[in-house]
């Protein structure tokens, strides 16, 4: 039974098009995080939220937006994607904000061409 | 401003060695927690243990284990009779006020490579 999930696990595009990642987890966790993890395996988070209210933004391009319909689900949306931002995604949930451990989906690994 | 550093970028051992992993943390702050995580050749992250900043007694997992000490803002892993399936990436986190405790800091992880 997958903790936390992820669609697609591989994403291949062009440069310019707009895709999506999809996040459940299924622990009952208040809080679920995306990060980006780039070709040198750096992990660093871009937002946060907790019972579906953003409250980490970490000065992402507003070309990232993620949107948490409810508590078990977090996506992510990206416009006119770059070079840049071919990297592997990742999301995460915890209970109780980041003093307790997180979860991680199993990653999402864009390729932009 | 937090940060983690683990210096060593990667370790190589033969199997049966017992290895080392080194993070440094910096925090203004007295109440914080600590993280070890494994990152496998398939790419899942894994959680291993959470710290908080008032618990500095070491912790021992089978032959995994521990050190945290405050006085030099160290967390270190010791891997005991190392195997071919602990390689892996191992990143070291941090959470603090600073952040609300909403995020975790990540070090740059250390590569960790058993050979047979």
């Known amino acids: 039974d997958t903790a936390v999930s992820q669609t697609p696990k591989y994403l291949v595009t062009q440069m310019g098009n707009d895709k999506s990642i999809k996040c459940e987890q299924n622990?009952?966790?208040?809080?679920m995080y995306w990060y980006k993890q780039d070709s040198k395996k750096f992990l660093k988070i871009m937002f946060s939220y907790n019972n579906k209210e953003l409250i980490i933004n970490e000065t992402v391009p507003n070309r990232f937006s993620p949107k948490s319909p409810d508590k078990a689900h977090l996506n992510l949306h990206i416009n006119s994607l770059e070079l840049g931002d071919s990297a592997v995604y990742f999301c995460?949930?915890?209970?109780?904000?980041?003093?307790?451990?997180?979860?991680f989906g199993p990653g999402t690994r864009l390729t932009v061409t | 401003a937090q940060k983690v550093t683990q210096a060593q970028t990667e370790i190589s051992v033969v199997e049966k060695e017992d290895v080392t992993l080194d993070c440094v943390y910096e925090t203004r702050d007295t109440t914080y927690y600590l993280f070890w995580y494994k990152q496998p050749p398939s790419g899942e992250l894994v959680f291993l243990i959470r710290?908080?900043?008032?618990?500095?007694q070491n912790e021992i997992s089978g032959r995994y284990s521990w050190n945290f000490q405050k006085s030099t803002s160290s967390f270190n892993f010791t891997i005991t009779a190392s195997q071919v399936v602990d390689s892996a990436v191992y990143f070291c986190?941090?959470?603090?006020?600073?952040?609300?405790?909403?995020?975790?800091?990540f070090g740059a992880g250390t590569r960790l490579a058993v050979h047979p």
């Open positions: 986190a941090l959470s603090d006020p600073s952040g609300g405790y909403n995020k975790l800091i």
């Open positions: 622990l009952g966790h208040d809080t």
């Open positions: 710290r908080n900043s008032f618990d500095e």
């Open positions: 995460a949930s915890s209970q109780g904000g980041s003093r307790y451990e997180q979860y």
